[in-house]
């Protein structure tokens, strides 16, 4: 299966410490079509198709990254709806885009078959969709180049200062904050490897980092909230030691 390289569309999810908007509480219906894209996503998985949901993140942030650098409709993935024209698309909705986008990119349809009807896709074309002819990403594991966690509980760590193209699994709000190890949490694939379908996935140490709430936010940081701190884990390819 080809790699995908990252996109130069890709958009980071962005942390505004300025952000005074009240959360909203109130719980949405799940509509049946949301129940149907996670079925698809595990189904996936299921079948070793895919080894998890981090290619549907990564593209996810590839329809944001399209939608907020207002590219033409012929660029985005599959199908563009006329109904998101001026708005990003919803939750549900980017990952519609995200699932169609995966799915060109692993073989199952193509761009121009997704712009059809039903009834306009050959009846053969459907017969070979289903599991024929498409590969698994089945990427080799290297599990030398990090043969044992580097770092201890009580250790203190700072995570690296400058994110990187494609899909990251590290808080933006944390990139170049110091924090102190709280426990190590296991060896994991490199979910930012899975996520562009690396053909060598790595497998890292995942730790859980306690930071202080007065260095994530710095004079920001809320009076009532100068004791407070903040877990997140994260991996030892993102930690220096301080």
Request: hydrophobic share 35%; charged share 30%.
């Amino acid at each position: 299966m080809q790699e995908i390289p990252p996109k130069t569309y890709h958009r980071h999810i962005p942390h505004n410490a300025d952000d005074s908007a009240k959360i909203p509480h109130s719980e949405k219906d799940v509509g049946f079509f949301e129940k149907q894209i996670v079925c698809i996503h595990h189904l996936l998985i299921s079948k070793g198709y895919l080894p998890s949901l981090d290619s549907i993140r990564r593209a996810a942030e590839e329809v944001d990254g399209l939608f907020d650098d207002q590219q033409s409709s012929a660029d985005l993935p599959g199908f563009f709806p006329d109904f998101l024209k001026g708005r990003l698309p919803e939750y549900s909705e980017r990952r519609v885009l995200a699932v169609e986008e995966v799915f060109c990119e692993m073989g199952f349809v193509t761009r121009e078959e997704l712009q059809q009807t039903p009834d306009e896709i050959a009846p053969d074309r459907v017969e070979r969709s289903v599991g024929v002819g498409v590969e698994r990403f089945s990427p080799y594991i290297d599990k030398k180049t990090y043969p044992k966690p580097k770092y201890s509980p009580g250790d203190a760590v700072q995570v690296a200062p400058h994110s990187k193209p494609g899909h990251i699994r590290v808080p933006a709000y944390l990139l170049g904050k110091r924090g102190k190890v709280v426990s190590f949490q296991d060896m994991f694939s490199n979910p930012e490897d899975v996520a562009h379908l690396k053909s060598t996935v790595v497998r890292l140490p995942l730790y859980l980092v306690e930071f202080e709430m007065t260095e994530v936010w710095g004079d920001r940081c809320p009076r009532k909230s100068l004791k407070d701190k903040v877990k997140a884990e994260i991996y030892e390819s993102w930690l220096s030691p301080t």
